[in-house]
């Protein structure tokens, strides 16, 4: 049996983003901000421009997890961080993870607006700096990213020794964020399936013919982007379908097998 | 002797009339062409063009060639309904006064393409979307906007649905990990079982 003919004008199948997304995509009314300030916007831009040139590597101004270049408000970040107490740091670290969780934060930050004298500016300055640092943390798989090199960056970037304790328990330690249904694991991925229904029918006589006698399966198919499509498949058409997705699966297998699984991180 | 398959009706008399009259060469391939497009319900078997043509080369007025065409075209699918033999086709037309050159060149042209078209009308779905198309994509994911070093394999599917009215074929995409795609496997797997019971 033929197996099914390649995609000729393929999806852009498993898109892994080329840009960053600057804002909690999909939080409606969270509080994004990245894009609270022109100002933070471009910088992101830049950052983005400046990501994806290697993660690895220590030492060195602007190396470590966050690139070559660390993202400007990151930096402003930093250097406002100097000035803020501890008490108003903690309840900034909560709001900021609180908005990696996808959860609504207006209201908090309006609290903390309200009840210290930074201004609107620093404050988007030290959240969205205290976003990005914890979300691209956050990005990196805990198997190769270690507790030592995550402090020594942060060192780097002249944060205060008692803060660097608070953003190491979130991304280590017990407060790091459930990445199960949170705005962290907002997959880039085209529709999967939910739920598959079939029934198989045997069509005993139609208006065509008294004696038909032909089996028939019909699928109903419900997808992750909420769609549903009922459809009928032919015998034939069904045994192209098991071919062809007994074939993945052993090209799956032997993929997971490959040396190219074994890519050093 | 079952139930005559062909109703003697007023209009069957008078496409009868009319078919004895017509000239026999051209017979044969007029019923092989009716043969071919008999399964497509939509589309009528002959262009304006081609019913003019036929007009002319079987002297009939258009409504007249209208009833024959119909008649013959029922007469065929009532031979599909009832999958009936060449011989026992042949004696039905016989039956309601046909020719007997007429009513051979149906049994003849009904032995040679009559099981295919039997076939076609079994492959007919009354569903208006059917499979019509396979292809997929296995990707090595390795990152994404929210994750980095991933690694992870992962096949999409893409699915041509056809919808009967629009003749367009609809592409549904899927995507699945491998855990996924063995799920839908197992799947396809029970529903292969069901229909190997059938047999």
């Not at chain 1, 498993?14 to 609270?36: F, L, N, Q």
């Not at chain 2, 994509?137 to 990152?143: D, I, Y």
Request: neutral net charge.
């Amino acid at each position: 049996m033929r197996s099914g003919p390649g995609m000729r004008a393929g999806p852009a199948a498993a898109p892994s983003g080329a840009g960053r997304h600057s804002a909690p995509a999909g939080a409606d009314g969270g509080w994004r901000p990245a894009r609270a300030r022109p100002g933070a916007a471009m910088a992101a831009g830049r950052a983005a421009a400046g990501h994806g040139q290697g993660e690895s590597g220590h030492g060195g101004r602007g190396g470590g997890f966050l690139g070559p270049r660390v993202p400007a408000e990151v930096e402003a970040m930093a250097r406002a961080l100097q000035d803020v107490g501890k008490e108003t740091f903690r309840r900034l670290l909560k709001v900021t993870v609180n908005a990696l969780e996808g959860k609504d934060c207006k209201e908090s930050v309006k609290q903390i607006a309200e009840s210290t004298d930074l201004s609107e500016e620093q404050l988007a300055f030290l959240i969205s700096g205290m976003y990005t640092l914890l979300r691209e943390a956050l990005r990196l798989p805990l198997s190769t990213f270690k507790q030592e090199a995550f402090k020594e960056d942060l060192k780097e970037l002249r944060i205060p020794e008692d803060f660097i304790v608070d953003f190491s328990s979130v991304v280590f330690g017990k407060r790091r964020p459930a990445s199960e249904g949170t705005a962290l694991l907002q997959r880039s991925r085209l529709p999967s399936v939910q739920d598959l229904r079939w029934r198989v029918d045997v069509a005993i006589s139609t208006s065509s013919l008294a004696r038909a006698l032909q089996p028939s399966i019909l699928m109903m198919m419900k997808l992750s982007d909420g769609t549903a499509h009922r459809f009928e498949v032919p015998v034939a058409k069904f045994q192209e379908l098991r071919y062809n997705v007994a074939l993945i699966l052993k090209e799956m297998n032997d993929l997971e097998k490959r040396s190219i699984l074994k890519i050093q991180d | 002797m079952a139930a005559p398959v062909v109703p003697e009706s007023d209009s069957i008399r008078r496409a009868v009339s009319l078919l004895n009259a017509v000239d026999p060469g051209r017979f044969p391939r007029l019923l092989s062409r009716l043969l071919q497009k008999l399964h497509l319900k939509t589309e009528s078997s002959f262009s304006e063009e081609e019913e003019e043509k036929l007009q002319i080369a079987f002297s009939l007025e258009k409504q007249d060639l209208h009833l024959v065409l119909e008649t013959v075209s029922f007469i065929l699918e009532q031979a599909v309904y009832h999958n009936l033999k060449p011989a026992s086709l042949q004696q039905q037309l016989q039956s309601i006064h046909l020719d007997q050159d007429k009513a051979e060149a149906f049994a003849s042209a009904w032995a040679v393409a009559g099981q295919d078209t039997i076939e076609k009308f079994r492959q007919r779905v009354l569903t208006p979307q059917k499979l019509e198309t396979i292809g997929w994509q296995l990707n090595l994911q390795m990152a994404e906007s929210m994750q980095a070093k991933l690694k992870s394999p992962r096949a999409v599917l893409e699915l041509g649905v056809s919808n009967e009215d629009s003749k367009t074929l609809k592409k549904v995409f899927v995507e699945f990990s491998h855990q996924e795609l063995f799920e839908f496997y197992n799947k396809l797997e029970t529903i292969q079982a069901q229909l190997d019971s059938l047999t």
